[in-house]
């Protein structure tokens, strides 16, 4: 787009603007078109021209004005009950309107205002006019409360109701978003025969145009005519702004060329509508020639006229010409406000003009103009760190602090993320601990949340560097805002464990199990090592249970040194526990220790609990060295062990050296167990025949000595071939008794 130098300005007509057509005419210049335009986000409609207040009642005014400020402490401070009542009319002798307008102006609440109002007339105490009416009707309407307003209006007010009053209603109505019901109150006023002027059309027209209503405010201007109803300049800019609004440019065209036909001059707040509406329709060409007439005729553009050219520029991507005219403002001696530098900003980090974005940034700051929409400082920040430049996206932060913006998590977030990224960790921890300190993601009503990009680096960062206390103080922030992220919470558990707490990794832990939050299986190792390190067997067992439930399967080396840690401090049952464990998972290493755990558990007498894990081996294709065990058992006296064990091998069939039957046989009888010694010998020669154990004869003989002669001779018997089997009877009393 071209400059527009002063020569193009010397040659612009002052009359009527090119691209306008001339009016025709006509009193009706509306098109008949049925299309629809959906209501549109924007700020209210032009500043009405000056109207007519209601002003303090200039009679005893000074008088009422004390007596109004008691009232109204003693309405705010006490319920609204007879015993107040009766306080205030002992406090005033007299009410009149003054007194009656201060109280209702000065009520801390709608409702206060409306009791005091409605107590006075019934008591008798005053009788309302139309200062007092129009006030009370303002207030309702302002705090929303418009049924009672309609209710004062159209039943209790007095007999000199008047316009105003209406047009009170009408507004309330239109910012409640109550469109037909302000149609019904401004067609009530003809019924009651109540003049409408162009003060109740404006009102009208601003509160169906703010919904969109371009063809019932069409209807009501044409009415408006009809009814000899001149319209004023700010109709217009009330009609011109609502048009816009509704997307209907040429009904904004046509209104524009009807204002100027009846001689109506357009003023600032219509060539700012024009140039704001022009450049909703992209249409850049159009709104630089009204901002040149609108200089050509000596009507001096303000801060709203420069915002407007800059946000038509920045929307549509002539970032040059709206940091020219940005220039031309700040020359002329108008100052950019909140709205002109939030609008120019976004368009120069969209450009990469980032140094410029910084220099307006500092502009800002300088003048201490804080913007409505924090979002820009968002947007600027993460531009900088974009470009690289993470000191001027720091400069961003620095600048929300001066200028009083609260700063919020993700400001943080973004400058921590670019920092760990760059491997600027000090930076990074410095933010952080202003982060924990002042508590900032604890802020409620936050516009945004910090990313898991962000903290889940700086806590790594944290847990691998012997800081995972303050990584964890940092999450438990994080938490209570409802954040669950499985990686933070595993990162934990490691950089505890590494660090030696354990028991700090056992309780992050816990609580992800009562919050569903997957655990990872390097994070249960390196709990189980950091307990095993501490000399803790029995909390990495616990540990290794945790590991398994999660589904995850411990490495072979794991369980060994579960198990190891757990033998050699004498928990061989708790060692055995995880012994099953490994086996029923399938994992068949760690066969020595095995051998080692079953040892130490049928010499200390849990036999039965060694014969279920014996059974376990077997059924996993692992068979235990029996020759070995018995061996032991036999070494070390342990007879009824060796005896329950040799009588599990002989009925799964299991394969030993025939030696081993004698070494059995012989501890039994060394002890003095002949009952058992004959019963697992009878099983022997049940299962493998003849036997050449040297002793059988003096078990025999100790069996008769002992009075136990039908068993020696059953013995006997069976020895030399003459029986097949021991009675049925007898076997299963010695099997029971084996067992």
Known sequence: MSFLSNSKLLR???????????????????????ATAQPLSEPDPPHPEPKRTVSTPDPKIKQGQQLHSIICRMMANRAWTTRLQNSIRSLVPTF???????????????????QFYRWVQRSGLFSHDSITT????????????????????LQDAPKEVDEDMFVALIDGYGKGGI??????????????????????????????????????????????????????RHTYNILLWGMFLSLRLDTAVRLYADMISRGILPDVVTYNTLINGYYRFKKVEEAENLFVEMKGKNIAPNVISYTSMVKGYVAVGQIDDALRIFEEMKGVGIKPNAVTFTTLLPGLCDTGKLAEAQNVLGEMVERY?????????????????????????????????????PTEAAHYGVLIENFCEANVYDKAVKLLDKLIEKEIILRPQSSYEMEASAYNPMIKYLCD?????????????????????SDAFNNLIRGHSK????????????????????RDADSYKLLIESYLRKGEP?????????????????ESSLYRSVMESLFEDGRVQTASRVMKSMVEKGVKENMDLVSKILEALLLRGHVEEAIGRIDLLMHSGCEPDFDRLLSILCEKDKTIAALKLLDYVLERDCVVSVSMYDKVLDALVAAGKTLNAYSILCKILEKRGATDWSSRDELIKSLNREGNTKQADVLSRMINGKMESPPKREGKKQATAAR
């Open 134 to 153: 129009l006030k009370i009707i303002q207030i309702l309407a302002r705090y929303n409360k418009l049924n009672h307003a309609r209710c004062i209006l």
């Open 499 to 518: 660090e030696g707490n354990p028991d700090s990794a056992l309780e992050i832990l816990t609580i992800m199990g009562r919050r569903g939050v997957p």
């Open 12 to 34: 612009f007509k002052p009359s009527l603007h090119p691209f306008i057509p001339k009016p025709k005419p006509s009193s009706f210049p509306f098109s008949t078109s049925t």
């Open 179 to 232: 469109v037909q019901e302000a149609v019904k109150i401004f067609q009530k006023m003809k019924e009651l025969g109540i003049q409408r002027t162009v003060k109740s059309y404006d009102t009208l027209f601003k509160v169906i145009l703010r919904r969109g209503r371009y063809m019932m405010a069409k209807r009501y201007y044409n009415l408006m005519l009809r009814e000899g109803v001149e319209p004023t």
């Open 465 to 485: 560097n012997g800081q995972t206390i303050k990584a964890e103080t940092f999450f438990r922030q994080l938490m209570k805002k409802g954040v669950m992220d």
């Open 369 to 405: 103009v804080a913007p409505k929409d924090n979002s820009v400082f968002m947007r600027l920040m993460t531009c900088q760190c974009k470009a690289g430049d993470l000191d001027a996206a720091a400069g961003v932060l620095k600048a929300m602090i001066r200028l009083s913006i």
């Open 96 to 114: 009149d309107s003054s007194l009656v307008f201060h109280v209702l102006h000065s009520a801390t609440s709608p409702d206060h205002a409306l």
């Open 538 to 554: 029995a909390d990495a067992k616990t540990a290794l249970d945790g590991m398994l439930e999660s589904g995850h399967l411990p």
